[in-house]
């Protein structure tokens, strides 16, 4: 049984065994939950991030595929990158922003780790409606065969809080 917890916070400060990260596909650093992880988490993230793209993702991480590397400084032993979708009003990506949660689990389970917490993947610069989200994030892991035992959602402000509460009660 997994435990869906939730907590409104700065994810890079979360002690647990894997962090995710709202990644683009480049895994090269971007801004929001990517440039806190990276600043928070030092250079070694980055160093890693660069190996993958040296060699099993030359063409990047791809839209809803996740893989880890060290967490570097931050109070986590892993960073699992995945990639959320753009939101899109003419085309349905539910799938793909669901697949980042059930692959992040998987790739859990590959290093395993007990612990995990996830933002709230695309709802920043990707766009993605918070309740619709929040609905699609706690299907996902509510769905996933997983060991993890806690999944944590960390929402960085009041409004998507409200929205992941509403999914988990
Ligand atoms: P995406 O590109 O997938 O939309 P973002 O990083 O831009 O990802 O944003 C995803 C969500 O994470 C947004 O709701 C944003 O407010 C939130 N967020 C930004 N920084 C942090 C942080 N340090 N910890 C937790 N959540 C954060």
């Given at each position: 049984?997994?435990?869906?917890?939730?907590?409104?916070?700065?994810?890079?400060?979360?002690?647990?065994?894997?962090?995710v990260?709202a990644a683009?596909?480049?895994?090269?650093?971007?801004?929001?939950?990517?440039?806190?992880?990276?600043?928070?988490?030092?250079?070694?993230i980055?160093?890693?991030?660069?190996?993958l793209?040296?060699?099993?993702?030359?063409?990047g991480?791809?839209?809803?595929?996740?893989?880890?590397?060290?967490?570097?400084?931050?109070?986590?032993?892993?960073v699992?990158?995945?990639?959320?979708?753009v939101?899109?009003?003419?085309?349905?990506?539910?799938?793909?922003?669901?697949?980042?949660?059930?692959r992040s689990?998987?790739?859990?389970?590959?290093l395993?780790?007990a612990?995990v917490?996830?933002?709230?993947?695309?709802?920043?610069?990707?766009?993605?409606?918070?309740?619709?989200?929040?609905?699609?994030?706690?299907e996902?892991?509510?769905?996933?065969?997983?060991?993890?035992?806690?999944?944590?959602?960390?929402?960085?402000?009041?409004?998507?809080?409200?929205?992941?509460?509403?999914?988990?009660?």
């Open positions: 049984m997994t435990r869906l917890t939730l907590v409104r916070g700065d994810i890079t400060e979360q002690s647990v065994d894997a962090v990260n683009n596909s480049s895994l090269l650093g971007g801004g929001g939950v990517d440039g806190a992880i990276h600043r928070r988490g030092g250079p070694d980055l160093a890693a991030c660069r190996d793209r040296a060699s099993h993702y030359g063409g991480l791809p839209t809803g595929a996740a893989v880890a590397t060290t967490a570097g400084r931050l109070p986590a032993r892993w699992i990158h995945t990639v959320g979708p939101w899109s009003a003419h085309e349905d990506r539910s799938a793909l922003l669901a697949s980042c949660y059930v689990l998987a790739v859990a389970d590959e395993g780790a612990t917490a996830f933002p709230a993947i695309s709802t920043g610069v990707y766009r993605w409606p918070m309740e619709d989200a929040a609905r699609i994030a706690v996902a892991v509510r769905g996933a065969e997983t060991a993890v035992g806690e999944v944590r959602f960390v929402l960085f402000d009041d409004a998507a809080y409200r929205a992941f509460a509403a999914r988990l009660n």
